[in-house]
T-cell receptor
Framework: GNSVTQMEGPVTLSEEAFLTINCTYTATGYPSLFWYVQYPGEGLQLLLKATKADDKGSNKGFEATYRKETTSFHLEKGSVQVSDSAVYFCAPYGGAAGNKLTFGGGTRVLVKP | KAGVTQTPRYLIKTRGQQVTLSCSPISGHRSVSWYQQTPGQGLQFLFEYFSETQRNKGNFPGRFSGRQFSNSRSEMNVSTLELGDSALYLC?????????????FGSGTRLTVV
């Protein structure tokens, strides 16, 4: 099946700092890749996606590029806000693992004013 | 457009009881998946249904079961509850497969087993 390695948190940043969250995956076949975000007490929200190699997903200032050669999908944001404080999950979907998302352990991000 | 609706939001059950959780997907979505989230194990896939058929199943004991109705609404059932079943149960829906659009998640049902 698929597996995901995410950098451990918490990641603590000041407002307007640059954010990078590393994600590498193991998968057979050609999975789609997703980043989800979870705010306290809520379910998961889809942040961005990429369905094939070299695709760049972007949303709300966040970006990630599907790097098949390095099996990575690192999340970046140029200038974070306090409202970006949340837990971020990287998740491949499909490939040989079938119709399911495989989640990493999540990275907690705390942005201080 | 209404999102994914899960009921109830909170539930407290006693060990040994059974519980049924409900999920109404986004209108037009035919695929429904269920995930369990715990602090120790993180997010784990339970099962996925499409047009009333289970297409994929995670590595959970047989006490965990689910079904999908013709209107795409889904339920999951846990029998003979154990303390370790305490978790946030998340339902998610997608138009067909999650490959192109991903899944839209509900707010979850928080189950506490005492």
């Amino acid at each position: 099946g698929n597996s995901v390695t995410q950098m451990e948190g918490p990641v603590t940043l000041s407002e307007e700092a640059f954010l990078t969250i590393n994600c590498t995956y193991t998968a057979t076949g050609y999975p789609s890749l997703f980043w989800y975000v979870q705010y306290p007490g809520e379910g998961l929200q889809l942040l961005l996606k990429a369905t094939k190699a070299d695709d760049k997903g972007s949303n709300k200032g966040f970006e990630a590029t599907y790097r098949k050669e390095t099996t990575s999908f690192h999340l970046e944001k140029g200038s974070v806000q306090v409202s970006d404080s949340a837990v971020y999950f990287c998740a491949p979907y499909g490939g040989a693992a079938g119709n399911k998302l495989t989640f990493g352990g999540g990275t907690r991000v705390l942005v201080k004013p | 457009k209404a999102g994914v609706t899960q009921t109830p939001r909170y539930l407290i059950k006693t060990r040994g009881q059974q519980v049924t959780l409900s999920c109404s997907p986004i209108s037009g979505h035919r695929s429904v998946s269920w995930y369990q989230q715990t602090p120790g194990q993180g997010l784990q896939f339970l099962f996925e249904y499409f047009s009333e058929t289970q297409r994929n199943k995670g590595n959970f004991p047989g006490r965990f079961s689910g079904r999908q109705f013709s209107n795409s609404r889904s339920e999951m059932n846990v029998s003979t509850l154990e303390l370790g079943d305490s978790a946030l149960y998340l339902c998610a829906s997608s138009p067909n497969t999650g490959r192109d659009y991903g899944y839209t998640f509900g707010s979850g049902t928080r189950l506490t087993v005492v």
